[in-house]
């Protein structure tokens, strides 16, 4: 377990909450609060933009409306999440913030016979065997433990279309207030970032001419991104929210044609990843992405822990020629190795459509206990 990354903008402050340490808020753009809970086994609420309230945060993207963070808790229990959830919703504490939706505590409701969508791949960023199987194991405990609980298998409606548009958006200002801001401050770019950085400071003459030389190579992923990540024009931006909102209604058609009340999916397609890779790795957040971009509520229960022998990635998990032929996937295969991984933690990520955080942290209960009652069996 050497050499392990814990996330992002907030690993130090995860090792804190893991170590029982306390720290109440972190915050939510793309993934900021749900990848650390998942790489460190612990637990989390990404709420509905407008639900908890953010008065006084700083954020990375003053001013951009278009995909917006969200404060929320890294806790050690459910029970933690709950009680963080009961006192934001507060009506004296909302009342303080203009730009909180006042929808009171509905309680957690009494488990039910449910409806639950699954899925171990977004279509964009491929599974590794341990995240597969986690997600396959919770899926398992709530069909032989649930009361009644209906499991269905479901597809993301086009990655590719959502990973643009989560691109676009985050980084329409190219980044470079963030890249100033560190430059005034004398602050060093730390080495699982100077890749990425230096890939965002290219001229955008060079980041296309990259883009046509990827696509024309079949890696679509690749070219994607540097096609979104320069910074846009106001009628591109616009364009792009209109994109937006029409992702958003075929996102919850498919939603409501099933008839879902929760959706049980991957944080991420690794566990906690080697320090400095994250640049090779960036790619595999579109599992968190996706559900900034819908504005989705959606929380992380541990489930597993990865095992050298089961989670092998063997040659047959190799078959698929985009996976061979795209960068991410490459990146993926090389970062990952059961072995050095072994005994990690392994999380999956509970779904509800908008404003309803009770029933994400009913499913998150639910999930917690069917794999009790299956490790009791």
Not at 150 to 165: H, K, S
Request: glycine share 6%; with cysteine; aromatic share 8%.
């Amino acid at each position: 377990m050497r050499n392990i990354h814990r996330a992002g903008r907030r690993a130090g402050r995860r090792r804190v909450c893991g170590c029982e340490g306390r720290r109440l808020v972190w915050d939510d753009i793309g993934g900021s609060l749900r990848t650390p809970a998942h790489f460190c086994g612990l637990y989390t609420l990404r709420c509905t933009v407008g639900r908890f309230p953010f008065e006084g945060h700083v954020t990375a993207t003053p001013g951009i409306q278009s995909i917006l963070p969200v404060q929320g808790p890294i806790a050690r229990s459910i029970d933690d999440i709950e009680l963080y959830l009961r006192i934001n919703v507060d009506p004296e504490h909302v009342s303080r913030d203009p730009l909180t939706v006042p929808i009171p505590y509905r309680g957690v409701q009494p488990i039910r016979p449910l409806r639950i969508g699954y899925y171990t791949t977004d279509g964009y960023a491929y599974p590794t065997p341990a995240v597969e199987r986690a997600v396959m194991q919770a899926v398992r405990a709530l069909e032989r433990h649930g009361n009644g609980h209906t499991l269905i298998p479901i597809r993301v409606p086009d990655p590719l279309e959502f990973m643009r548009l989560a691109y676009g958006l985050l980084l329409q200002d190219g980044s470079r207030p963030r890249f100033n801001l560190a430059t005034r401050a004398g602050d060093p770019v730390d080495n699982w970032a100077r890749p990425l950085v230096r890939l965002m400071r290219l001229w955008s003459w060079v980041r296309r001419l990259l883009a046509w030389v990827f696509a024309k190579r079949g890696e679509v992923r690749s070219a994607l991104f540097l096609r979104m990540a320069g910074p846009k024009q106001l009628a591109q931006v616009h364009a792009l929210q209109a994109d937006k909102e029409k992702y958003l209604y075929k996102f919850d058609g498919m939603w409501r044609d099933l008839d879902l009340d929760l959706v049980v999916c991957p944080v991420t397609a690794t566990p906690a990843i080697p320090l400095c890779s994250f640049s090779d790795l960036a790619a595999t957040a579109s599992n968190t992405a996706l559900y900034n971009v819908v504005d989705y509520p959606s929380g992380v229960v541990p489930v597993a822990v990865v095992d050298r022998k089961l989670d092998a990635w063997h040659e047959a998990q190799e078959e698929s020629k985009e996976r061979v032929n795209d960068r991410v996937h490459k990146m993926i295969r090389k970062h990952y190795d059961a072995d050095k991984m072994h005994g990690l933690p392994v999380g999956v990520q509970i779904v509800a459509r908008r404003f309803q955080e009770e029933t994400v942290v009913m499913g998150m209960r639910e999930v917690e206990r069917c794999l009790k009652a299956a490790k009791e069996a």
